[in-house]
């Protein structure tokens, strides 16, 4: 079992930058950033892969940047230029899968085994 705990959610007005955690209670391959936003469907965000792939939602790309710190296993998402419609509750998960798994977390929005509680960020114009 893997715990996963997010932090750093907040309000901040458009345009401006937040930057989520998600602390893993171990290393896991494939991690990633979902998020869900009232009445609409959870979507993969942003997921990093063995330490190296990475892959964007389109709707992000530009201006969230994801990492990982291996020396403690946490992963960020840097979210710069925020809309409005980055509004929404925030999900870090994790799972032990291959590349083309990893990727469709957010290609495909497919769920991944283990899931954080979430962190709401808010975004006003």
């Known amino acids: 079992q893997v715990q996963l705990v997010e932090s750093g959610g907040g309000s901040v007005q458009a345009g401006g930058s937040l930057r989520l955690s998600c602390a893993a209670s171990?290393?896991?391959?494939?991690m990633a950033w979902f998020r869900q936003s009232p009445g609409k469907e959870r979507e993969g965000v942003a997921v990093?892969?063995?330490?190296?792939?990475?892959h964007y939602a389109d709707s992000v790309k530009g201006r969230f940047t994801i990492s990982l710190d291996n020396s403690n296993n946490t992963l960020y998402l840097q979210m710069d230029s925020l809309k409005p419609e980055d509004t929404a509750i925030y999900y870090c998960?994790?799972?032990?899968?291959?590349?083309?798994?990893?990727?469709?977390?957010?290609?495909?929005?497919?769920?991944?085994?283990?899931w954080g509680q979430g962190t709401r960020v808010t975004v006003s114009s």
């Open positions: 990093f892969y063995g330490g190296t792939l990475v």
């Open positions: 171990t290393y896991i391959k494939c």
């Open positions: 998960a994790a799972a032990s899968v291959n590349w083309d798994s990893c990727y469709g977390a957010v290609a495909d929005n497919r769920a991944l085994n283990y």
